[in-house]
């Protein structure tokens, strides 16, 4: 092996691995004697025996004929750039990982064809481990209800939303099934997927045409989950306490609802909502 070349490859100078092989070599020496030895001119070796007791690499004693220097053992020296080395990692890879996450923005795409986003629900459904949140129509809910089969199977929690409110189960519906009537519009569907509070799928589609987004933004996702869960709870308190809504409410939370959703009555619409909802 060659031993100046590997010394070099831990950050040695030239002159620093020469000498430093020549201490071991032959011993504690005075600067003539190591630059003599090492092949090193005596105007330079002592400005490369400093650089070496800087780096531990050698040690700087007196004696009766002057000063002179030692080399640190082997192992000792090879320990101690392990552990520089291990610092210098440690503290560069988590400077790195702070710049990284101070620029990285979460991508959010825009999907435009059927295939491609069944594809992207079908992966996110793969992808859950704990929790997935399901908003569909039958005919999507068909498509994915193996997908959704599985990860059943395998201990993911599933709550699924039907918007159509179908009467009877279509069987494409997985897990804690709600119907409710929430998508009047005609000839278009909506599907909404949440996989483990951490990524989510909306998208509209019809016969002629699909649209959608996919995301990991943690706002995107917080929205799509809550429009999931907030509707099933608005429609579930609408069939409870739909009759009672004139006794329960102050006039200001009354009028407060009116201001939010001024196109609409809101507790009408909260009741007729709860009389749609069922549960499976």
């Known amino acids: 092996m060659d031993a100046p070349a590997l010394m070099k490859k831990l950050g040695f100078g030239e002159y620093e691995a020469r000498a430093y092989i020549a201490l071991l070599q032959h ?3 005075s600067g003539y004697s190591i630059a003599r030895a090492a092949g090193i001119p005596r105007a330079n070796v002592y400005g490369v025996l400093d650089k070496l007791v800087q780096r531990a690499a050698a040690q700087r004693y007196r004696s009766k004929r002057g000063m002179h220097y030692s080399p640190t053992p082997p192992d000792t020296l090879l320990d101690g750039i392990d552990e520089q080395h291990r610092a210098v990692m440690e503290t560069a890879g988590q400077a790195l990982r702070n710049l990284s996450a101070a620029r990285q923005k979460t991508p959010a795409f825009s999907l435009d064809d059927h295939d491609e986003l069944m594809a992207r629900a079908k992966s996110d459904i793969a992808g859950a481990e704990k929790h997935l949140l399901i908003a569909a129509q039958p005919a999507e809910a068909t498509t994915l209800a193996d997908d959704l089969e599985r990860a059943r199977r395998r201990g993911v929690h599933i709550t699924t939303l039907c918007m159509q409110a179908c009467p009877q189960q279509c069987g ?25 509070q951490s990524s989510a799928l909306i ?7 699909a649209h959608g987004l996919a995301s990991a933004q943690p706002l995107l996702v917080e929205l799509v989950g809550a429009w999931i869960r907030q509707s099933l709870a608005l429609a579930l308190i609408g069939g409870d306490l739909a009759d009672r809504f004139n006794g329960l409410l102050s006039e200001k939370s009354r009028q407060i609802l009116a201001d939010l959703h001024p196109d609409e009555n809101f507790l009408a619409r909260i009741q007729a909502l709860g009389k749609t909802v069922t549960m499976s």
């Open 27 to 29: 011993g504690p020496g």
């Open 172 to 196: 494409g519906c997985q897990g804690n099934v709600y119907r409710l009537d929430i998508n009047n519009t005609e000839n278009e569907r909506w599907l909404m997927v949440v996989a483990d």
């Open 203 to 209: 998208a509209q589609l019809s016969a002629g045409s």
